[in-house]
């Protein structure tokens, strides 16, 4: 993981199309290791979660080019590499295990290394659902799902509402998960994190604890595509 971690932070000084192409062949040698951790990943947590087990390099990693056309920010390429490890692909809506190694230069998206179980866009419906199950269920989603997350996780309250919506008790105990659009916990880690030996299989042990709140979101998600296949 050194090379890449090196690369990252190289790019990031020098994000620019006249370097990346003079460093090429270096960007192909760290993109071979990335994919072929990558593999590893989804044979390990394809031990715990057999939807995963079937997934392509292609189906759950992403290019290095940014899309610049709306953002005022023109640098050309990501300084970071993701996963998503979804049921069906990283396009297929579902909760995943996404795994991400910036330039661990800043505790902040896209710099910081991370881990994240869960999803950032789902159906208005699915939403729905959720804070209907979570607030009829809270009993087991809190003590049966959430308890057993490794405590690293913490939910990603990004881009959630202001205000509890009115038809839920403001001060229940799962008022929170109520203000949610997206559903994600997520777990920031360091460089010894990354550069430790064995980092697939500790990643992977980490998203373990994860796997009943991924299916309790997939329950819902699968619910909507069924319905809306089903039309």
């Not at 729905?128 to 009993?139: C, F, N, V, Y």
């Not at 992977?204 to 819902?220: S, V």
Request: glycine fraction near 4%; include cysteine; proline fraction near 3%.
């Amino acid at each position: 993981m050194k090379e890449i971690l090196d690369f990252l932070r190289d790019l990031e000084k020098n994000n620019n199309r006249e370097w990346f192409n003079s460093h090429k062949e270096q960007y192909q040698s760290v993109l071979k290791k990335w994919y072929a951790f990558c593999e590893s990943l989804i044979a390990e947590i394809g031990r715990f979660d057999k939807d995963i087990a079937p997934l392509t390099i292609k189906e759950c990693t992403y290019r290095i080019y940014r899309d610049t056309r709306f953002s005022k920010d023109k640098s050309p390429y990501k300084t970071h590499f993701g996963v998503f490890l979804a049921k069906g692909g990283k396009k297929s809506m579902h909760a995943g295990y996404y795994f991400h190694i910036g330039t661990g230069n800043s505790s902040e998206y896209p710099h910081v290394h991370m881990l994240a179980s869960g999803n950032y866009c789902y159906d208005n419906k699915a939403v729905k659902i959720l804070r209907e199950d979570i607030s009829d269920e809270w009993e087991t989603f809190s003590t049966s799902i959430l308890a057993k997350v490794n405590h690293l996780f913490i939910p990603d309250t990004e881009g959630a509402l202001k205000r509890v919506p009115k038809e839920y008790d403001k001060n229940a105990p799962y008022a929170d998960w109520m203000r949610m659009k997206s559903y994600c916990l997520t777990a920031k880690t360091d460089d010894n994190f990354i550069l430790q030996d064995n980092l697939a299989q500790r990643v992977a042990e980490l998203f373990k604890t994860t796997k009943p709140f991924i299916d309790y979101i997939n329950r819902a998600v699968d619910y909507v595509k069924e319905e809306t296949e089903g039309r």
